[in-house]
């Protein structure tokens, strides 16, 4: 399964953006599939992560701003950003994790600036 992330682009502090991972064959072979982001410099972190059986979490700094969901009838993974803030700026990726030996699967990224 292949995934490719889209949606990304230049917006201003407050704005929003949705960003969308289509994937190339059945998402309900992963159990789990989350949102990262890398910001220059820094490591890949955990946004937001999705189950198979819709509960999610998110990381404390985005809590509030973001929403995950998923569409296993067509593939795809979805993630709602509102209130953009600069520090939100970063190459954004989608991953799906999958059941049993848990191996990563990873879309290319998808840059999001938040910028005046």
């Known amino acids: 399964v292949q995934l490719q992330a889209s949606g990304g682009g230049l917006v201003q502090p407050g704005g929003f953006l949705r960003l969308s991972c289509a994937a190339s064959?059945?998402?309900?072979?992963?159990?789990?599939m989350g949102w990262y982001r890398q910001a220059p410099g820094k490591q890949r972190d955990l946004v937001a992560v999705?189950?198979?059986?819709?509960?999610?979490q998110y990381a404390p700094s985005v809590k509030g701003r973001f929403t995950i969901s998923r569409d296993d009838a067509k593939n795809m993974l979805y993630r709602q950003m509102n209130n953009l803030k600069p520090e939100d700026t970063a190459v954004y990726y989608c991953?799906?994790?999958?059941w049993g030996y848990g191996l990563d699967y990873w879309g290319k990224g998808t840059q999001v600036t938040v910028s005046s």
């Open positions: 064959g059945s998402i309900s072979s992963f159990a789990d």
């Open positions: 991953n799906g994790k999958t």
């Open positions: 999705i189950a198979s059986g819709r509960s999610s």
